[in-house]
């Protein structure tokens, strides 16, 4: 079994600020791991991925992870926040869960605001 | 090369009617996935299609149904509606073949009076 935790369901930071979203997860095989945002009345999209080929993950708009086994876990970073990051951000696990197909057990997300 | 599309995007059903929702996969994929959004439970997953066959299952009702056409399009059927189904109905796809990543539809809001 999976499951993922995410340590704060609200973050707010000032424009230019360090973001930090926590994200802890527990899986019984290697995992793969993924950040979603969700943008107000929208579906998720993808803003990064660990897949086993290196522990430090550079996805779009900025936003870096870092793949820790010995902590089980994989906070999501940005150096400097913009407003256009606000959105509420998921962390995600998928494994093998037979029969060679996989599914995402989602965190319970945490909503990012940014402050002028 | 088009995204994943879903509709209707609005929804508005009473108790005890059911409802069918499409997803349309991204053009090559044959995983087709549904998810469920809610504030109280967060996103939850509700089965897998590939190659027109479910693979995986949650943990929903047997009220939660679907199936996907031989296009790798797929529909989800919930019969007898309560108003605990109010929901974002996520489709997502990929290639269904490994731990690919999942590309996400607009959702389909569905609200049960």
């Known amino acids: 079994a999976q499951s993922v935790t995410q340590l704060g369901s609200h973050v707010s930071v000032s424009e230019g600020a360090l973001v930090l979203l926590r994200c802890n997860y527990s899986s019984s095989v290697p995992p793969y791991l993924f950040w979603y945002v969700q943008y107000p009345n929208k579906g998720l999209q993808l803003l990064l991925k660990y897949t086993s080929a290196a522990t430090l993950v550079k996805g779009i708009n900025g936003f870096e992870a870092e793949f820790k086994k010995s902590e089980t876990s994989f906070h999501l970073t940005k150096p400097s926040a913009h407003m256009s990051d606000a959105a509420e951000y998921f962390c995600a696990v998928s494994a093998h869960s037979g029969g060679s197909n996989y599914k995402l057990t989602f965190g319970k997300g945490t909503l990012l605001t940014v402050n002028p | 090369k088009a995204g994943v599309t879903q509709t209707p995007r609005y929804l508005i059903k009473t108790r005890g009617q059911q409802v069918t929702l499409s997803c349309s996969p991204i053009?090559?994929?044959?995983?087709v996935s549904w998810y469920q959004q809610t504030p109280g439970q967060g996103l939850q997953f509700l089965f897998e299609y590939f190659s027109e066959t479910q693979r995986n299952k949650g943990n929903f009702p047997g009220r939660f149904s679907g199936r996907q056409f031989s296009n790798s399009r797929s529909e989800m059927n919930v019969s007898t509606l309560e108003l605990g189904d109010s929901a974002l109905y996520l489709c997502a796809s990929s290639l269904g073949t490994g731990s690919e990543t999942q590309y996400f539809g607009p959702g389909t809001r569905l609200l049960v009076l």
């Open positions: 053009s090559g994929h044959r995983s």
